[in-house]
């Protein structure tokens, strides 16, 4: 028999979604189930698991997300980057006692990140070492260079130069500054909610967040409208993005991506 594998949380979550939006759009195109089993050499039977979402009658996720990819070709989506959107790293199921411990998976790129920040931490504290001693030397030789004066002359304060990081976060996702209406005065910079309207030109699968909680998960169909407002920033995570146009603070409405394209956009005030 074949060795059994269970997805982990978020896989399981991602599966459903995606499945969800694919069986949805075929329904409505009124595509059987048997011709995307012919037309992508994928099994019947694999089929009807992914849309009954009985994920352990599947092979290994490397496959799953091949599966992903043909299916949404067929449909007219943009396969690739739906399948991308699909992790494939699991968690093996050695036996079926539910008693089990599952092993944790950390992402490979988390200690990279990690040792980064302590280099750069590290390289801080050389270079302000050797900037502090290099201004101590020159004002030691500043003062044996003029042993006859009984005063020193007042000298300025010098002012530490300030650092500015202005390379680009780590966020894999795309942060915009909200337009504002009206903008207030420098000396005046009063909070201003982000508030996002979101209407549907066809089916998509969505995520909305405000402020890091999730107010909405799940699939809107053609011509549904919603409004959400944050006290800071608002994250749209959608699974195509072609059929969502959205106004930001009553601006004028614009498309989130392209036809088929899973994108995440963060708004947030200024």
């Known amino acids: 028999m074949r060795e059994l594998t269970v997805l982990n949380e978020f896989q399981e979550e991602r599966l459903k979604d995606i499945t969800a939006n694919l069986r949805q759009i075929r329904q409505e ?28 009658e599947l092979p290994e996720p490397i496959f799953v997300q091949g599966f992903i990819r043909r299916y949404a070709d067929k449909l007219g989506l943009d396969g690739a980057a739906l399948a991308d959107s699909f992790e494939v790293h699991i968690v093996p ?82 942060i915009l500054n909200v337009p504002q209406k009206n903008a207030p005065s420098p000396t005046t910079k009063p909070e201003i909610d982000v508030v996002v309207s979101l209407e549907l030109t066809g089916n998509s699968w969505l995520q909305i967040k405000a402020d890091g909680k999730t107010e909405f998960e799940g699939t809107l169909t ?49």
């Not at 995307?36 to 979402?53: D, N, Y």
């Not at 390289?123 to 030789?141: C, H, M, P």
């Not at 944050?230 to 614009?254: D, F, H, M, P």
């Open 29 to 56: 195109k009124s595509i059987s189930l048997e011709q995307i089993a012919m037309q992508t050499h994928i099994r019947l039977a694999f089929l009807q698991a992914l849309e009954e979402w009985r994920f352990e």
């Open 93 to 174: 199921l050695e036996n079926h006692n539910s008693n089990k411990q599952l092993s944790l998976y950390i992402p490979l790129f988390v200690p990279y990140i990690f040792l980064l920040i302590i280099a750069s931490v590290g390289l801080f504290y050389v270079i302000k070492s050797e900037f502090t001693g290099k201004s101590l030397a020159n004002k030691q030789n500043s003062i044996l260079s003029s042993p006859q004066q009984t005063a020193l002359s007042p000298t300025k304060t010098s002012t530490s130069s300030k650092i500015t990081d202005k390379s680009p976060t780590t966020r894999q996702n795309t």
């Open 222 to 270: 053609t011509g549904k409208r919603k409004k959400w407002t944050a006290k800071k920033y608002l994250t749209i995570r959608s699974g195509n993005a072609g059929a969502v146009l959205v106004s930001v603070n009553e601006q004028e409405s614009k498309l989130l991506g392209n036809e088929g394209q899973v994108k995440e956009i963060t708004y947030e005030s200024q």
